[in-house]
């Protein structure tokens, strides 16, 4: 036997690959999802203040008063 090989006997069901597939495309999608939300929070804020009416400069939208 093969290192790293299943036995041909072995094999899982169509229906439970297809279930471990999804769980393990689920969790990358939630940590790569994580990953953008926690570093795109701030410059979104930034863009959606630098959009608005009155247009502020960049350094009234930095400064905290």
């Excluded at 999804?22 to 959606?48: D, Q």
Aim: glycine share 4%; proline share 9%.
């Amino acid at each position: 036997m093969e290192k790293g090989k299943a036995p041909a006997d072995a094999a899982e069901p169509a229906a439970a690959c297809a279930a471990r597939l999804a769980r393990e495309w689920s969790t990358w999608a939630m940590k790569n999802a994580k990953v953008v939300a926690h570093y795109g929070f701030i410059p979104l804020v930034i863009l959606v203040g630098m959009r608005s009416e009155p247009k502020p400069s960049l350094a009234q939208l930095l400064s905290p008063v």
